[in-house]
């Protein structure tokens, strides 16, 4: 049995609100920094994390509110973040390696695949490169404090990552992984501010 209370739902939107803002700043500073191909991605990856955030959260909403238990949603959840992570990653990476001419971007068609090894493997390689492309943006800019605040978002993130592995039916687990998720996206947040002054 799962012990979603409201309270706890409700704070489940402010990482997804936190992640959002932070993606939409990137998008912004980004679109003329990137080609075509590489923002495409990264656009894309941020959009399919902030849609799986979302999802999860309205899931626990209406489970708590004992509206109905809508499991699609919360399914959806781990492939669609996962594959999200791997796009964006794949995007800054893109930008800081090379410039990419308009008729660049390729077909990126995930594939259907069940299996938590999977999701975890991608994730992890996505939040990699995302968060290896903001740090080498920072150290360009000489920016130190900006890779400290990602370099600490990164670990959170992975920590988050870890303890979905765990039982997620306990409503301590729960509290603690949320704790960790808003602290990991305001750092993010943090981060993304200061490489924009």
């Given at each position: ?27 912004r500073e980004f679109y003329y920094k990137m ?163």
């Amino acid at each position: 049995m799962k012990e979603f209370t409201v309270p706890m739902a409700l704070m489940d939107f402010l990482p997804v609100i936190l992640f959002a803002v932070a993606a939409v700043l990137l998008q912004r500073e980004f679109y003329y920094k990137m080609g075509k191909g590489a923002f495409a991605l990264f656009a894309a990856g941020t959009i399919d994390v902030i849609c799986a955030g979302f999802c999860k959260a309205l899931y626990k909403l209406l489970y708590a509110a004992g509206i109905c238990d809508l499991e699609p949603f919360n399914s959806i959840f781990f492939p669609l973040q996962s594959i999200g992570f791997l796009l964006a990653g794949l995007g800054v990476i893109a930008m800081v390696c090379r410039k990419q001419s308009e008729n660049e971007l390729k077909s990126v068609a995930p594939v259907a695949v069940t299996g938590t090894m999977f999701f975890v493997s991608i994730m992890i390689v996505g939040l990699g490169l995302m968060f290896t492309g903001l740090c080498i943006l920072a150290a360009r800019m000489k920016k130190p404090l900006v890779i400290v605040f990602f370099v600490l978002s990164f670990i959170c993130m992975l920590g988050m990552g870890y303890l979905s592995s765990r039982d997620f039916s306990g409503s301590a687990v729960n509290w603690m992984a949320q704790c960790i998720n808003t602290g990991a996206q305001l750092l993010l947040l943090l981060g993304v501010l200061q490489l924009r002054k």
